[in-house]
Structure formats: C-alpha cells, structure tokens
C-alpha cells in the first residue's frame, strides 16, 4: 500500500503562485513515478506533470513554462511550483504514483491516489 497526502493549495490572484506538496508513504520502493492531476469543475481529470525516480520529467503544454514539478527522496515529498497562475488553473489537484513512467500521463498508470488539494485562482 502506498499513501499520499496533499497540501498547499488555495485561493490566489491571477498572477499569483503556490506550491504543492505529496508525501509519499508505504511502499515506495516500487511505486516511485508520481503524477499530478488535476480535476476542474465541469471537466475531465488532466494528467498535467510526472517525475521519475530518476528526475525525469514531463508536462502538458498548458502548464509548461510556468508549473515545475520536483522531488525531495530524502523527504519522500514530490513538489508542484506553480507560478503565473491563470483562472483555468482552478481544479482539485491531487497527486498519483505508479510503478511505471507514463509520459502520456494516463490515469490508469497510477494505481494509489491522495485526497487532493482546492486550488483557486480568481482573476
């Protein structure tokens, strides 16, 4: 079993930036390729960034530039910085581990899921 817990969301202006956090609990050995989705209201969940044990990232083009996900091992914390953030960034995020890299962000490739986090950007 794999536990992950979000935090750092919340209300900011158009412009602003916030940084997520998931901590990674359990059995992390095997599942070490963490996702961030998130779920805006009235739309699908959207993969939007992954890491690999290794660093290695990827992210969709709308967040590209200004969102940088990062991983603390010694922590077992995977990070969100997300600057210039826009009113469309509003969603539930949560994050995702999985024991394979999916650079296509798939939802199906993340088998443990945290509870998410409320991030609102007002204009």
């Known amino acids: 079993q794999v536990q992950l817990v979000e935090s750092g969301g919340g209300s900011v202006q158009t412009g602003g930036s916030l940084r997520l956090s998931c901590v990674v609990s359990g059995y992390t050995a095997v599942y070490r390729n963490v996702a961030w989705f998130r779920h805006p209201p009235g739309k699908e969940r959207e993969g939007i960034a992954t890491?690999?044990?290794?660093?290695?990232?990827r992210y969709i083009d709308s967040v590209k530039g200004r969102f940088t996900i990062s991983q603390d091992n010694a922590k077992n914390t995977v990070y969100l910085q997300m600057n210039s953030l826009k009113p469309e960034d509003t969603a539930m995020y949560s994050c995702?581990?999985?024991?394979?890299?999916?650079?296509?962000?798939?939802?199906?490739?993340?088998?443990?899921w945290g509870q998410g986090t409320q991030v609102t950007v007002s204009s």
């Open positions: 995702a581990a999985g024991p394979h890299w999916d650079p296509r962000l798939g939802a199906a490739s993340y088998d443990f």
């Open positions: 890491i690999d044990s290794y660093g290695s990232t």
